[in-house]
């Protein structure tokens, strides 16, 4: 087969778009998660929250983007546990003001929002399971391609201080961690309990 000059200028072109693409896709803004632990030792700095069952959460924490790209249609919920996640304010009598979500619309780093949650144990159990994770599912920007994410913190703090270690760990543990987030994945899409959820008004 022979190729004459134009068809070479052709296929360095094509090369050429194909690696400009890749590196757009690859660095291309997303949001990133990190959740923080709030303190509730001190008096009244947190509203007090009961499940069903007049049970008091064991952990309240902050869910925060600290990506480079806004996160839409969030959602936060709990493997092998339970998770609420919350908005809420303290007014100027001292009293609290509180709305639970089921959906936050949007999450950006630039504007320092955060999502609050609340967390419990399984229904039965006194602690949080070893295994507990706290789950996040969004839809990435241009929300018009209906992209989306999910990621998987652990909650108990030897587990996560051992995937903050283990992150950048060899191929074979990465290609495992991302079969098992796509797999986690997958069963988000393909529950209805979580697919029926909607908005829900916020404070």
Request: glycine share 6%.
């Amino acid at each position: 087969m022979h190729l004459n000059f134009s068809d070479i200028i052709a296929v360095i072109s094509l090369g050429w778009t194909a690696a400009t693409f890749g590196r757009t896709v690859r660095h291309r803004p997303e949001a990133s998660w990190m959740n923080s632990y709030i303190v509730t030792r001190l008096t009244n700095v947190t509203p007090p929250l009961t499940d069903e069952h007049g049970r008091l959460p064991v952990r309240k924490a902050m869910i925060a983007n600290d990506g480079d790209g806004d996160a839409f249609d969030v959602r936060v919920f709990g493997h092998n546990c339970i998770i609420r996640t919350y908005a809420w304010e303290k007014l100027s009598n001292g009293n609290w003001k509180i709305g639970e979500r089921t959906m936050v619309p949007r999450i950006s780093n630039e504007d320092g929002d955060d999502v609050k949650i609340a967390i419990w144990p399984p229904e039965g159990a006194d602690a949080i399971p070893e295994d507990a994770r706290i789950c996040i599912h969004w839809t990435k920007s241009p929300t018009r391609l209906r992209r989306c994410g999910y990621e998987e913190i652990p909650l108990t703090s030897e587990l996560a201080d051992k995937w903050w270690e283990e992150k950048d760990w060899k191929a074979s543990h990465r290609l495992a961690e991302r079969f098992r987030a796509w797999s986690a994945h997958r069963r988000f899409h393909h529950n209805p309990e979580d697919a029926r959820k909607s908005p829900q008004p916020t404070i």
